[in-house]
């Protein structure tokens, strides 16, 4: 297994220019997230979805859209890129069941490296 | 929602003693715990975590204790190394009818003194 993949690695955007990150897993995760890791700070979510045709915001969704069409991927649009938003981008998945009881274990991709200017 | 802060921000032992680190949440349904290590350049990856059905767990060198009631959770680090030597996460997440999420903490940079 492949496990989590993230495409580009980095990019470096103009002001207003937009752009899709791609994650893909292959571990037959329901759930996915993405996060976004300023320097020196922890990771804050974004969005995420608990299936395909599912998806919900996280503590900072301004200025980002999420599709998930499928189990495998779950896109991140940033549509009118801003400074604001140069940062890593972290796609993570994990698997949630009925009786798991709370929060599972989620399994990071290794980050898209964004820079706007 | 739920809050986690994480102390300290960075912290410095000689090879060979203990690191501890230390997070406090604020929502009393959260019921899961994880610790994540991040490398410098690298991905978060789990290195232990904890359910609120348990007060600790180990795993060789690292251990985890939870006080559910103060509403703090610890990693423990015996006979550290210099492969030690990165960013510590804690979180807390809580089983909310299909809204399983993680709140992180800001991270602990750990430096081991050889």
């Known amino acids: 297994n492949a496990g989590v993949t993230q495409t580009p690695k980095f990019r470096i955007l103009k002001i207003g220019q937009s752009m899709t990150l791609q994650c893909t897993q292959d571990m037959n995760h329901n759930y996915m997230y993405w996060y976004r890791q300023d320097p020196g700070m922890g990771l804050k979510l974004i969005y995420y979805s608990v299936g395909a045709g599912i998806t919900d915001k996280g503590e900072v969704p301004n200025g980002y859209n999420v599709s998930r069409s499928t189990t495998e991927d779950f896109p991140l649009r940033l549509e009118l890129a801003a400074p604001s938003q140069t940062s890593v981008y972290f796609c993570?998945?994990?698997?949630?069941?009925?009786?798991?009881?709370?929060?599972?274990?989620?399994?990071f991709g290794p980050g898209t490296r964004l820079l706007v200017l | 929602g739920e809050n986690v802060e994480q102390h300290p921000s960075t912290l410095s032992v000689q090879e060979g003693d203990s690191a501890v680190i230390k997070c406090t949440y604020s929502d009393s349904a959260s019921n899961y715990f994880p610790w994540y290590k991040q490398e410098l350049g690298k991905r978060p990856q789990l290195i232990i975590d904890i359910r609120s059905n348990v007060g600790e767990k180990k795993d060789q060198r690292i251990a985890v204790t939870l006080n559910k009631t103060a509403k703090h959770f610890s990693l423990h680090i015996t006979e550290t190394q210099p492969e030690d030597s990165a960013v510590y996460f804690c979180a807390a997440g809580k089983s909310n009818f299909g809204n399983e999420k993680l709140t992180f903490g800001t991270g602990t940079r750990l430096t081991i003194i050889p």
């Open positions: 993570a998945s994990s698997r949630v069941t009925g009786g798991s009881g709370g929060a599972e274990t989620q399994y």
